[in-house]
């Protein structure tokens, strides 16, 4: 049987270290199954890779996605790839600025909940499961500290 993604470490996208498989959801899996509505499995897996130094927890199958599959298949529009969403960001900013943005990171049993923290639902987008680390350094490279309120 031949696989669907590569089995190998790819590199991480926040840090660069190795990120190694994860685990595997269904593409319908969405952020509103754990109030009991549950889409048809699609028959479609998304792989999603842990990142061994800052946890950042990431889907690389979407990476060649076109701003037109984004529209066809994700309601919500998420980056497949922080670190040109945070740097073009970062380009509209004035020397001294803030940036307001909401997102849940990997709660304290991340490692027991795995890829069923209800969070993980690629099919309305979220397919970049942040660590606190992983926010910190995406921002940092950018010149931009995170403050969690
Ligand atoms: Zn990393």
Known sequence: MRAVVNASATACKICGADALLYGVVDFAKSCHDHTGTRLPL???????????QCRFVFSDQFASWSDDDFRQHVYLEHSSRPHDTVADLASFLA????????????????????????????RNGHISIFSREALRLLFLRNGLQVVSL
């Open 95 to 122: 020397e001294e600025a803030v940036v307001v943005f909401s997102t849940l990171v990997q709660p304290e049993d991340f490692d027991t909940l795995g890829q069923d923290w209800w969070y993980v639902g690629p």
């Open 42 to 52: 699609s028959g479609i897996p998304v792989y999603y890779r842990r990142c061994r």
